[in-house]
């Protein structure tokens, strides 16, 4: 705990605000409440949800978001406990109000200490209409008793009257298979719930189910969902890589194509600007996640026993099951494997990378000592420059913070947007972006061409003239950002 009021007390010095991850839909199985409510006759019992076997079987159908069956049998106790991840993650049971309680207190507690708002674990499964049965379906059996239930959206204004709203704080919500329509009842001001959310859907544009099982990326299909999230709700939470993805300069971008040993693929550079751009011109709070100011990379696995990730070992098993060959197995969970943003942060190029001077329980990436802070840092055309020169740009830009959101076009490829402020605001600039998602040079055709005149003011590749003068190529996963004085 020392060490805890040491950051709190360090960052305030700094004007730095620490948001904290508030994890309540479940907790450990090591958790003292848990250990105390495997005996029936405990007060703690009805902190979770335990049920009797129906024959020999679990309570009901219901499966996990990693897959497998959602009940556990306990010996000691001659019942089942709900789990809705690992076994090893007992679901708390919000009917019972003492564990209602027990969460304000522990929000109090973090918000005394001095932490500025909670990044909200899949916040919206915390509370189970009922026990029946789940319809048979491809994704979570039983999701219609759990996701996004009336008794969890009085739960969250609960937490913000008694609580929260006696604060100076925020959250944001995790929010599992959210659609806008809920989206919008969480984050609405009026109904006092979450502040704003993560949704999913824009990092799975290429994926079949979830973020497993790969298909084509095409730009088009990335704009088309950010568009239906950029206009639907009032303020969004812009992120593109968090702890259960794949590095985004892996996934949408060229760091894995040609990567070779120790370095990575040869347009690593030029995509992780681009996507650098790509986000932090959008409306709303850009969230950047640890190593994805520098451009770390997915991580260089060589098989599956060098994963820690059970949703990984869990999917292996199931394709197993299914007959996909292995070699087709290990390329769809190596690409897409939680722990590829799990591996150590990498600092400079000592040992284990200056993350840590005991061994690490994930290796450390073998790129290492080519992407690390400490080689960027002074150097004015790294990655992290650029999010230095991005964040500086966007810090004291009304349109870039607030503007609307203008899709234009998009391709397998190109992506085309504008950011402006509302009809009859004073400021009358207007911002194109232009992405190329490709290792190829694109020539916008005369339709998109007419939208991308005016200063270029950030070139991912540094250059400055207009595309007129270099024959109307988007170079190479080139991002350009023009500004305009009126919406052309």
Not at 213 to 230: D, E, G, H, S
Request: charged share 30%.
């Amino acid at each position: 705990m020392a060490d805890m009021e040491k950051l709190f007390a360090e960052a305030a010095k700094r004007g730095i605000k620490i948001i904290m991850d508030l994890v309540i839909n479940h907790t450990s199985d090591e958790h003292e409440w848990f250990q105390k409510s495997r005996d029936p006759a405990s007060p703690y019992r009805d902190y979770y949800i335990w049920r009797p076997g129906k024959n020999g079987r679990p309570p009901n159908n219901w499966t996990t978001f990693f897959m497998g069956k959602a009940w556990e049998y306990d010996e000691k106790s001659g019942e089942y406990y709900l789990h809705l991840f690992d076994k090893k993650q007992p679901d708390l049971n919000y009917k019972n109000p003492k564990v209602i309680e027990e969460v304000k207190n522990i929000l109090r507690f973090w918000l005394d200490k001095g932490a500025a708002g909670f990044r909200c674990d899949v916040i919206n499964i915390i509370y189970k209409t009922s026990l029946d049965d789940g319809k048979k379906n491809m994704t979570v059996r039983g999701i219609e008793h759990f996701k996004s239930q009336e008794g969890n959206h009085a739960i969250l204004r609960e937490l913000r009257r008694d609580v929260l709203d006696k604060y100076d704080c925020f959250t944001v919500g995790e929010t599992v298979m959210v659609d806008l329509d809920e989206a919008k009842l969480l984050c609405d001001e009026k109904r006092k719930e979450l502040n704003m959310l993560f949704y999913f859907d824009h990092l799975e544009v290429d994926r079949r189910v979830a973020q497993f099982i790969p298909k084509k990326f095409r730009a088009r299909k990335l704009l088309n969902v950010m568009t239906k999230w950029q206009r639907g709700l009032d303020w969004n939470a812009v992120y593109l890589e968090n702890h259960d993805q794949a590095r985004i300069v892996s996934h949408f971008g060229a760091a894995e194509k040609d990567r070779a040993a120790g370095k990575p693929g040869k347009y690593w550079k030029e995509s992780a600007k681009m996507l650098a751009l790509f986000q932090l011109t959008l409306r709303g709070t850009p969230f950047i996640y640890q190593g994805q100011e520098i451009g770390m990379t997915n991580f260089d696995f060589k098989n599956i026993n060098e994963l820690d990730d059970v949703v990984s070992r869990n999917l292996d098993k199931l394709m197993k099951k299914m007959c996909i060959p292995s070699f087709l197995r290990w390329k769809w969970i190596k690409a897409s494997s939680r722990d590829n943003a799990r591996t150590p942060m990498q600092w400079d190029d000592s040992e284990h990378a200056g993350f840590s001077r005991a061994k690490p329980w994930l290796g450390v990436n073998s790129n290492y000592k080519y992407i690390n802070y400490a080689s960027q840092k002074k150097d004015t055309s790294s990655i992290l420059s650029f999010y230095k020169e991005l964040i500086a740009l966007r810090k004291n830009n009304e349109c870039l913070v607030y503007g609307d959101f203008i899709p234009l076009y998009g391709d397998n490829r190109l992506m085309v947007y504008q950011r402006k402020m509302p009809d009859g605001a004073d400021n009358r600039e207007t911002y194109t972006v232009a992405l190329n998602f490709s290792s190829r040079a694109v020539r916008p055709n005369k339709k998109v061409s007419r939208f991308l005149t005016g200063d270029i003011i950030v070139s991912t590749t540094g250059l400055s003239e207009g595309l007129s003068e270099r024959k109307g190529q988007l170079l190479p996963w080139e991002g350009i950002l023009i500004r305009s004085l009126e919406l052309i």
